[in-house]
């Protein structure tokens, strides 16, 4: 029997091997459609934080239009330099700072994920604080230092470097005296 | 053929309305195989019938046999344990390591306007970075050695020595942006996690680091092992170096701040004594591929380099 034969022959054999990349091939594309980020649309971009202001006019200084949260969808109507002059959801028109916005909607950390399809779960839990205070270091961190013997002094520091926090004004003011951030190319 | 026909159609169907492909859409749409391909209802380990998940359900219907069905969960599961680790359980473990760097390099530099001036340009890098919701947080070793290095999680260090060396606010920004970038594309995670002690492990969660602390203990040693011995790799190295300029010149910063910088190392290696030079690409070569990234920015006429604030605050300190 020619090979020629054998391909034409219905398949009584059982041997259904050819199941197996169609099978791979698919999953892949599941999964690729499962894990693809939001779709961006031309001319679309969205906060990348809390509190990204929209003003008046291409000095950040000028009138606050609106103040966008994280993941705000805003329309770019042109760009000039380091800023974007945008369309809110509401219908606002103003300047942005270009760099706090972004392409991707930010994700919100959640999703199917490898584990939906395996059937297999993670707990996720948010570590306390030793002692459950607000301040102080976590309990791995506590349990570590101790079992390593790390001094208090050095606990305290990294206790002390989360704590710490710059008033907005004073970041504000730090930015403008050094035309940087929002104040940056030329914008006062 | 047809039944091939069939199978890629209804499988095109599923990709349209994966919501439904989730529900056993497939199940109830697909032939079921023949009966002669039916593998009997116990297992080996009854696993598979005891956990019907999607891999189970696709493969059923492809008439796919149980052994290649186990074979490719456990191939998914070797890919789920090289899932990026979550944001809560890289804080954990960038608080661990701060400890350490605390505790390894001469412990906190007393001066709080410096500080404070470290936190300002930090925070100006941070804002315009990819990952602004993160909270960074910066502080300075009480340690002559010029050194700087990042935690997972936003802890950022650098030492006396390397700030003291520093010529300018441009080139902090630029030291700065390198190690933010290094948290914002997660290197030492990625490390880690296909390191030893975690390229074993389906899941690494807070639940799990508490109740193995012996694990956690060894992840840390390896973190701090990379971090203060060996350094990451030199691709990570270059990528760093890339995307902090990109967040200077974003900040506003004149983007030439880091090669500022490494020409002043390049003079000083070979004399100066530094784990700087163990941990990181050779100077001149960083420096070459610096120039090529900077060669790609048109507008930078204007950006500051703010050697008077800096001096106002860190030399006259």
Request: charged share 25%; hydrophobic share 40%; net charge neutral.
């Amino acid at each position: 029997m020619t090979p020629f034969h054998r391909k034409t022959e219905p398949d009584h054999t059982g041997d259904h091997t050819w199941r197996l990349p169609i099978f791979l091939a698919m999953a892949a594309l599941w999964l690729g459609i499962l894990w693809s980020p939001s779709p961006s649309w031309a001319g679309t971009l969205f906060a990348k934080q809390d509190d990204v202001k929209v003003t008046a006019d291409k000095a950040p200084t000028s009138t606050v239009v609106a103040i966008l949260k994280l993941g705000d969808a805003v329309t770019v109507l042109s760009e000039e330099g380091r800023l974007a002059k945008v369309k809110t959801a509401s219908g606002k028109t103003g300047w942005v700072f270009k760099f706090r916005l972004s392409e991707e909607r930010p994700s919100s950390g959640s999703g199917l994920g490898l584990s939906g399809l395996t059937g297999r779960k993670t707990i996720a839990a948010r570590e306390s604080r030793a002692g459950g205070s607000i301040r102080g270091l976590k309990e791995s961190t506590e349990q570590y230092a101790k079992e390593k013997q790390i001094k208090q002094e050095h606990r305290d520091a990294v206790d002390r470097m989360e704590a710490f926090s710059l008033p907005p004004d004073e970041f504000l003011e730090f930015k403008k005296a050094g035309h940087l951030g929002e104040f940056s190319g030329g914008a006062q | 053929m047809n039944r091939l026909r069939r199978i890629v159609s209804l499988g095109i169907l599923c990709l349209i309305f994966p919501s439904m492909g989730c529900a056993g859409f497939l199940d109830d749409l697909l032939a079921p195989p023949p009966p002669t391909k039916q593998e009997p209802a116990s297992s080996q380990d009854g696993t598979a019938k005891e956990s019907p998940d999607l891999i189970q359900g696709l493969g059923e219907a492809f008439g796919l046999k149980k052994k290649k069905i186990d074979l490719l969960k456990k191939g998914v599961g070797v890919v789920e344990a090289l899932q990026p680790i979550g944001e809560e359980e890289e804080i954990v473990l960038g608080e661990a390591v701060a400890v350490e760097a605390f505790s390894r390099f001469g412990g906190e530099f007393p001066n709080q306007a410096w500080n404070r001036y470290l936190n300002l340009v930090g925070e100006t890098i941070v804002e315009v970075s990819d990952r602004p919701t993160l909270d960074f947080h910066f502080a300075i070793l009480n340690s002559q050695e010029q050194n700087a290095f990042a935690a997972p999680g936003g802890y950022i260090f650098i030492t006396v020595g390397l700030l003291k060396s520093l010529n300018n606010e441009a080139e902090l920004a630029g030291v700065l942006a390198h190690e933010v970038a290094h948290v914002t594309k997660q290197h030492m995670l990625e490390t880690i996690r296909r390191g030893a002690v975690l390229g074993s492990v389906s899941e690494f969660t807070l639940a799990a680091m508490k109740k193995d602390p012996k694990m956690f203990s060894n992840v840390i040693d390896q973190m701090t092992d990379v971090l203060f011995t060996k350094g990451l790799d030199q691709e990570k190295e270059f990528e760093a170096d890339v995307v902090g300029i990109e967040y200077a010149y974003r900040a506003g910063y004149h983007p030439q701040g880091l090669k500022d910088y490494l020409l002043t190392l390049a003079k000083a290696e070979g004399q100066a004594q530094s784990r700087f030079f163990t941990t990181h690409p050779s100077t001149r070569e960083r420096i070459g591929k610096i120039d090529t990234v900077l060669n790609g920015y048109s507008d930078l006429q204007g950006l500051p380099f703010l050697t008077t604030r800096f001096r106002q605050y860190v030399k006259a300190g």
